[in-house]
């Protein structure tokens, strides 16, 4: 909204080019953001699903436990994607909170604010997910990710 409104700061067809290319890119996110959080919600009824497999003979228990191990996966990757989608759309909002009109700054930070709490509560739902993989290596690999977008993240506010 802010990148739309009269009176912005950009003082180049530049500047006016790049805020205009920065709110389509956050109203992209603010869609795929609503799509994630369906997509979140599918990957948790995978998780049951699995658990609720057949464990009496061992064949059953491995292919429960296999089944239990992709499930955490996906349900690691969606709320992994709403974190790289806040992040994206944060460093977007960099350039609309430079160049948008002064007068809506408040909403810009609003905008942080609320990407801020969708990264972190993603965060949360990809360690609590994380707790239940086995394979070391992938953990590894995804708190580093993890803490990367948190980092980005965090630099981004720094901006505003």
């Known amino acids: 909204m802010v990148a739309g ?3 912005s700061r950009a003082a180049t ?3 006016a080019e790049r805020l205009k290319g920065a709110g389509e890119k956050c109203a992209a996110a ?3 953001l609503e799509a994630l959080v369906d997509r979140d919600s599918d990957a948790y009824d995978l998780v049951v699903a699995a ?6 003979t061992d064949e059953e228990k491995a292919a429960r436990s296999a089944a239990i191990q992709a499930a955490m996966r996906e349900a690691i990757a969606a709320p992994l994607d709403v974190m790289r989608a806040c992040s994206a759309a944060a460093g977007h909002g960099e350039a609309i909170a430079a160049l948008g009109n002064s007068s809506a700054s ?6 942080f604010e609320l990407l801020g709490a969708g990264l972190r509560g993603a965060k949360l739902n990809v360690e609590i997910n994380l707790g239940s993989v086995k394979d070391a290596e992938y953990v590894a690999g995804i708190r580093d990710e993890v803490d990367a977008l948190e980092s980005g993240f965090s630099r981004s506010q720094r901006v505003v």
């Open 106 to 111: 408040s909403d810009v930070q609003v905008a």
């Open 30 to 32: 603010s869609a795929e």
């Open 13 to 15: 067809g530049e500047d």
């Open 5 to 7: 409104l009269p009176k």
């Open 51 to 56: 658990y609720k497999k057949p464990k009496a």
